[in-house]
């Protein structure tokens, strides 16, 4: 399994923007999708975003799509979130996974690796 570690999280007012980074302990060009999710107090986990091997294809959920931006750096091993016009209902712990599959990237339970997440907690 890509050990994985999560930084950038923090408090923020409503309309402010965070970048979350997730550092992998291996080539993240041998995993194919790069995801983060979140998960709110008394909530499912939440599919935000993934991410090809390549970069060439993004996907984000329907709630942050047009504010979040994914990207990753496979020469650095790490992908990010850039977070904008951030809401108070982002407010969550926010994961960083990795899957070797090439299908399910909206599926949790199909990645493999999972960082110890960051608190994102955005105020009104």
């Known amino acids: 399994q890509v050990q994985l570690v999560e930084s950038g999280g923090g408090s923020v007012q409503a309309g402010g923007s965070l970048r979350l980074s997730c550092a992998a302990s291996?080539?993240?060009?041998?995993?194919?999708?790069m995801g983060w999710f979140r998960q709110a107090p008394g909530k499912q986990r939440e599919f935000v975003s993934s991410?090809?091997?390549?970069?060439?294809?993004?996907y984000y959920g329907d709630a942050v799509k047009g504010r979040f931006t994914i990207s990753r750096d496979n020469a650095e091993n790490t992908v990010y979130l850039q977070m904008n016009s951030l809401k108070p209902e982002d407010t969550a712990v926010y994961y960083c996974?990795?899957?070797?599959?090439?299908?399910?990237?909206?599926?949790?339970?199909?990645?493999?690796?999972w960082g110890q997440g960051t608190q994102v907690t955005v105020s009104s």
């Open positions: 996974a990795a899957s070797r599959r090439s299908y399910g990237f909206m599926s949790g339970s199909l990645y493999e690796s």
């Open positions: 291996e080539r993240t060009s041998s995993v194919y999708f």
């Open positions: 991410i090809t091997r390549s970069g060439g294809s993004t």
